[in-house]
């Protein structure tokens, strides 16, 4: 399947406290589009324009964490820098908040990362059954709330000399090509702003990867419960999460424990386009997990979706990262590293493109960033695609692995602590091709 992004895609609502689990199949990104500036009032609009005005070296569209790695690898490079969002942080976002070794080693330099908790056990089940906690001597990973730790990245891009400027809608990008030295990012409610090079990071849904013509051979719907427990549950969980290899083909579930504040993340994840049964996987997960009783504070869908390996990552002066590239490990349907790791990139070869001499000269660095990326995360994607296809048919065999059999496990362990990684595990050793390839027949 390869899904171009051209149409109008059926979207997700990110709610900040929504009682009914959303499935993502019936909302359009239209409705999530932020507030326009159609309703702000005139003397607010007129210092906005007054501060989008004049030509910027990048304009960066999205501040998740492509974008604020963008804006800061941009700033900290002494150029002048405009980061934009259509939300004010701190905003939900719906993600499991796991932050592995790659993105742990991507953040900028003194970030102090906002840890919920400290995960160092492993609590496996195949779809429910067959049990088994796997512990680790060192941590293995560490879990965040998505919106203290977003913000802080913002603020990091901030001090590094972007400008940030919320409330503010992208709509796509206008560039004429050829010699023209600058590009338009356009805005809702009119408006736009001119750049040299743009950096796209707006997420799944992304406006920007449309202009592009970002395709995606992967799309799948994720949905999660952020549940508020009493003491005596958080500290049953604290420092170790669940996964739970699930019911349809490459699907799983997790608990990650958000343990300072009190709450689990319990989610799941399945192939796009059978929304209800993803909806009861969810319910019957957290039903298995005694954790019905309770009730959520949101419950909120996300599309993920992976790019087809041919799928441009620049077009003119515009590059795209993090998930509007499409960039995202494809069996865990892990983004945060990507997003960390592209989108700095970008931000360092934005610059570059911003400097350019001459169209060739525009064409040969964003050439260069696609590189980049394709020699590096396009590697892992490929592992991971490889791990999917093997997972979807025999979940039964990866549980095996990696609850009984200790090398597989230390291979698991090791690579959420990103010593190594799936394209390398394949790489050196047989067994882990042979597990592949054995499970994927
Ligand atoms: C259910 C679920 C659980 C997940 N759990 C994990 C996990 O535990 N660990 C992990 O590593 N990954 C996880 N992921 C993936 C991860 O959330 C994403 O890969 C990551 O957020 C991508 O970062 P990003 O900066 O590219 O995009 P985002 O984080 O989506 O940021 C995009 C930003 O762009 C803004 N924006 C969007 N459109 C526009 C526009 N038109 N104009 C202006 N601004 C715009 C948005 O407001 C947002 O701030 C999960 C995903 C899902 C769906």
């Excluded at 001090?159 to 600058?182: F, K, P």
């Excluded at 750049?195 to 013509?213: L, P, Q």
């Excluded at 590189?371 to 892992?380: C, D, S, T």
């Excluded at 059999?405 to 799936?422: D, E, K, L, N, S």
Aim: charged share 25%; net charge neutral; with cysteine.
């Amino acid at each position: 399947m390869t899904d171009t992004g051209s149409t109008q895609e059926q979207d997700p609502v990110e709610p900040v406290a929504a009682p009914a689990a959303d499935t993502g199949d019936e909302v359009s990104d239209e409705a999530v589009v932020a507030p326009a500036s159609t309703d702000i009032d005139p003397a607010a609009a007129a210092e906005r324009a007054a501060l989008l005005d004049g030509v910027w070296d990048v304009v960066v569209v999205g501040a998740g964490p492509a974008g604020s790695s963008a804006a800061y690898a941009a700033a900290t490079r002494g150029r002048r820098v405009l980061l934009l969002d259509k939300a004010e942080h701190p905003r939900y976002k719906t993600c499991g908040g796991g932050i592995i070794g790659p993105s742990r080693d991507s953040l900028p330099a003194d970030f102090k990362l906002p840890l919920q908790d400290r995960i160092s056990a492993v609590t496996f089940a195949l779809n429910g059954k067959w049990t088994r906690t796997r512990r680790s001597k060192r941590m293995l990973f560490g879990v965040v709330n998505r919106d203290e730790f977003d913000l802080r990245l913002v603020q990091a891009a901030e001090q590094a000399g972007a400008v940030l400027v919320t409330g503010v809608t992208a709509t796509g990008v206008e560039q004429q090509g050829g010699d023209s030295r600058t590009v338009f990012v356009t805005l809702a409610g009119g408006g736009r702003v001119e750049a040299r090079a743009v950096v796209g990071a707006d997420g799944s849904a992304s406006r920007i990867g449309r202009h592009v013509g970002v395709s995606f051979d992967q799309i799948d719907l994720g949905l999660e419960a952020e549940i508020p427990v009493p003491e005596s549950v958080s500290r049953e969980w604290a420092g170790r999460i669940h996964l739970d290899w699930g019911p349809l083909p490459g699907s799983y579930g997790w608990v990650f424990p958000k343990t300072d504040s009190g709450t689990l993340t319990v989610g799941v994840i399945s192939a796009r386009g059978d929304g209800e049964r993803t909806k009861q996987y969810l319910a019957d997960y957290i039903r298995r997990l005694g954790l019905s009783g309770f009730t959520p504070l949101v419950e909120s869908g996300h599309l993920t979706r992976c790019r087809a390996e041919d799928s441009p990552l620049s077009r003119g002066r515009v590059l795209v990262a993090g998930d509007a590239a499409g960039l995202l490990e494809p069996w865990t349907r892990e983004g945060i590293s990507y997003a960390l790791r592209s989108g700095r990139l970008a931000g360092e070869w934005a610059v570059q493109v911003a400097e350019a001499n001459g169209a060739a000269d525009v064409r040969r660095q964003a050439l260069n960033y696609s590189f980049a990326i394709k020699a590096g995360l396009g590697v892992e994607m490929r592992a991971g695609k490889i791990m999917l296809a093997s997972f979807e048919k025999r979940p039964q065999m990866f549980h095996a692995a990696v609850s009984l059999i200790t090398p597989a496990w230390r291979a698991f362990a090791r690579t959420t602590q990103g010593h190594t990684t799936f394209a390398q595990l394949m790489r050196d050793h047989r067994a882990a091709r042979k597990l592949a390839s054995v499970a994927g027949r």
